[in-house]
């Protein structure tokens, strides 16, 4: 016992000490749209720039009730669960709403707007070093944004399909072309759904389909259009950016309550992709080994009560067969007096019946007559065990019939009472026939 306690706390030790050792997680994130990496967004942050000067916003926040009709947003990778409703609204004012993404939290607004994900082809007609994971997509209509573009490379991407979106991008297939980005008309804005999230990193703004790309992504989400000059802003969110307040509507408590379970699922979503923080884990590894350690010491110095083999345990009497235990379960407290009353009913019976010499019960009446007939009782006592019979018998007939309200009155007294009275009748009887 000794042993194993030290093993336990050994343990829980171990447990607490690995979670301290936390892990050296690196600062700069992937897209991060400052980052001059491989992985960064500097470069496209760069393009927007000189397309549109002093009027791009690259931040980690994006507050709906900011935006104007004017304004365009573009998401790349979102990693937090995006307020549909809101860029739906957005859009039908007028705004313009880019995502680019391929397997992030995007679903969210594609499903809005009934947009669905569907899997590139396994053997794309182009790609790069022969790698199907970097297909080449080529323009798939005469969109804006694909004007001066020859061919696109992509990474990892996935599909998309919506029935009555236009075609903009696609990767051929053996046979089946798969369209890659999508866009259309909401109300008085536009979307535009673009199936990779990193088609604008900096490693990928070598190719100059993609730069080509970038620029009419840009100049789409802000250009001008038959409602006249726009001039409005391009707002840059990526990865896991904070969501603030509603778009076209008052910020009452149902939009407090929004923005809360915005966070909620946000907070969800991390968890799930990147597992608990570090410090949370090492929270939860104190309070493991805790519970070790109070569980061990509780039980390690408990001495264990003592436990009587089965077969060497007194049985109980109303488990017993015999008259004792028929008169033990009789007896009990928790069985119905009516038993008890039947008991003395069948008892005087045989007893009776025993004494007149029949060889079975004929029934009440009949006892009656026989016991006139032998004159082995006089005429009160006699009638005293007719009263006694019908008693009896009235509650039989409430056990046949199962009226179990009116069972439940019978008390203990009226159970003595019956039985004094039939024993004193038998007793009498027994005299006189003797």
Not at 64 to 92: C, N, Q, T, W
Request: charged share 25%; proline share 5%.
């Amino acid at each position: 016992m000794i042993r194993r306690t030290i093993n336990f706390v050994l343990f829980a030790l171990f447990f607490v000490r690995m979670a301290w050792a936390e892990p050296d997680y690196a600062t700069q994130e992937t897209l991060d749209p400052s980052s001059l990496e491989w992985d960064g967004l500097a470069d496209f942050v760069s393009i927007a720039t000189t397309e549109l000067p002093g009027r791009v916003i690259a931040r980690e926040r994006l507050d709906y009730s900011e935006l104007k009709r004017e304004d365009g947003v573009l998401l790349v990778h979102p990693d937090a669960a995006i307020d549909a409703e809101s860029l739906a609204r957005f859009m039908r004012d007028g705004g313009r709403v880019v995502l680019a993404d391929d397997y992030g939290d995007g679903d969210e607004l594609l499903a809005h707007f009934g947009i669905d994900r569907v899997p590139l082809p396994a053997k794309p007609a182009l790609m790069l070093r022969r790698n199907a994971a970097l297909p080449i997509a080529e323009p798939a209509s005469e969109h804006s944004v694909v004007w001066g573009v020859n061919r696109v490379v992509l990474n990892h991407a996935s599909g998309l399909r919506h029935p009555e979106l236009s075609p903009v991008l696609k990767v051929r297939g053996d046979g089946e072309d798969v369209l890659v980005a999508v866009a259309g008309a909401v109300g008085q804005g536009r979307l535009l759904a673009i199936g990779d999230g990193s088609v604008f990193m900096n490693s990928m703004l070598r190719f100059p389909g993609n730069r080509a790309l970038a620029s009419g992504v840009v100049r789409y989400a802000v250009e001008d259009d038959a409602n006249g000059r726009r001039g409005g802003r391009l707002f840059i969110v990526t990865g896991r950016f904070e969501q603030n307040g509603t778009y076209g509507e008052d910020v009452g408590w149902d939009g407090a309550v929004r923005a809360r379970l915005r966070s909620m699922f946000d907070a969800f979503s991390v968890v799930r992709r990147e597992g608990l923080p570090p410090m949370a884990l090492f929270a939860l590894a104190v309070l493991a080994g805790l519970g070790v350690i109070l569980w061990v010491g509780s039980r390690a110095g408990r001495p264990h009560a003592p436990v009587v083999p089965r077969f060497v345990r007194p049985i109980p009497i109303t488990a017993q067969g015999g008259l004792a235990g028929h008169t033990a379960v009789v007896a009990a407290p928790g069985t119905s007096r009516v038993l008890a009353m039947l008991e003395v009913k069948s008892s005087m019976e045989d007893q009776l019946c025993e004494l007149l010499t029949l060889e079975m019960n004929p029934g009440h009446e009949e006892l009656l007559r026989e016991i006139d007939r032998r004159g082995a009782l006089d005429p009160a006592d006699r009638a005293r065990l007719r009263a006694l019979f019908l008693r009896l018998a009235q509650v039989e007939t409430l056990v046949l019939s199962r009226r179990g309200a009116a069972l439940g009155r019978l008390r203990d007294t009226e159970v003595i009472e019956v039985s004094r009275a039939a024993r004193r009748i038998v007793q009498l009887a027994r005299a006189r026939v003797g």
